[in-house]
């Protein structure tokens, strides 16, 4: 018992890899916040989705126009899909890119870029910010992922 | 050969990660699940989004009045995004809780409530449940999964 | 120091592992470039949902009518999502699968049908090909996939 307790804690005794573990919890937080976004717009705004989310309001009619879309609700939906479209794909390689050895200040760099971008990212689809802010941030994300999935496929290539 | 073997198993041999890896492979099934059920409703309610999915109705006018929305199918569809945006972080956070060296009793714990979360908030969302059951089902795994990101945090924090 | 980087790179020299590495990594890319796709329609066929993106095209009604879908971009987007439903729980899957020591020839076998189905079913999606060739495409991943679950599932077990 005593030993298996130890290998399983060998990765997280690496240091790129509690980087990584802390990185990756992080913008996995920042993802989850969304729902919660989302769900204050919601309320908020009073719009919903699902029937059986109105009926606080009343049966009938009074409830019926409670079922809509709200620009905000929305826009919150669409930065929790950007989110899932990017920050995913950044959990998966990157777990694989600190398993691939790479330096700790080069891995502590894309980590902390990534994160910063989404940061940034989500405030400039929520506020919004004019263009190109969101792009830039997006793109900044995106390069940094891709970045770490050549340095996977450099090391690990087995095809 | 054989070395690499026994260190391939090490961690599937450590009790932790194997209650994880079993738990993450049913949410995972049941996630894939949402596809089939999705296309049921699609199949029976006739249904569809893709001009060429409806090409076996006919050509034409015939054809063109099954491209078309169901409550159904949007149904099955939102509950096969919200499990995207729960299950997915689970998997995530899960693996770097089970590499943190926690409790096989409190992992369990962990990963036997949100598995069961989850399925009843399926079930919720397709019968469907009168609220809160949907909203219940959703918030306690939501906060399993913040549980276990605080354990990550705690243990790797290396910013 | 020493120590802790070779134990880093004992998986990444796993060769079940590297293929595991090499497969995800291609898919996960094969899934970042949907988003390339989705924003050249939108560039190139003129349809927005963000009003902030309209605005290099002027002020007021000129830059609204802009805001509006268009059926590439709509189909770019559901190759995205249909993705993020089968491509996430195959890195899943697939990791606690090639931890769970498999053959090599069987591990590969399951990787390349995996990534070769679903390059084919973007293809049989955007340009698009009649059904069933989608259809077809969308279930072979689905059940590598499902087969990958399966051996984890027999190899973990601990509920």
Redesign the interface.
């Given at each position: 018992r005593r030993g298996?307790?130890a290998?399983?804690?060998?990765?997280?005794?690496?240091?790129?890899?509690?980087?990584y573990?802390?990185y990756?919890?992080?913008v996995?937080?920042k993802?989850?916040l969304?729902?919660l976004i989302t769900a204050y717009f919601r309320i908020t705004r009073k719009a919903f989705?699902?029937p059986?989310?109105t009926?606080?309001f009343g049966k009938g009619e009074s409830a019926k126009k409670y079922l809509r879309t709200d620009p905000d609700v929305e826009?919150a939906r669409?930065g929790?899909l950007n989110d899932?479209?990017?920050i995913?794909?950044f959990?998966?390689?990157g777990?694989?890119y600190?398993?691939?050895?790479p330096e700790l200040s080069t891995a502590l760099l894309h980590f902390r870029i990534f994160t910063g971008a989404r940061i940034l990212h989500t405030f400039a689809y929520l506020i919004?910010?004019?263009?190109p802010g969101?792009g830039l941030s997006w793109a900044v994300g995106?390069s940094v992922?891709?970045s770490m999935?050549y340095k996977?496929?450099k090391?690990?290539?087995?095809?």
């Open positions: 298996e307790m290998k399983s804690t060998q990765l997280i005794d690496n240091e790129v890899f509690r980087a573990a802390t990756a919890g992080i996995l937080i993802m989850m969304m729902s989705v699902n059986e989310d009926e606080s826009r669409r929790h899932l479209e990017n995913v794909p959990v998966g390689i777990l694989l600190a398993l691939s050895g919004p910010l004019p263009q969101r995106y992922t891709f999935a996977v496929l090391t690990a290539w087995l095809l």
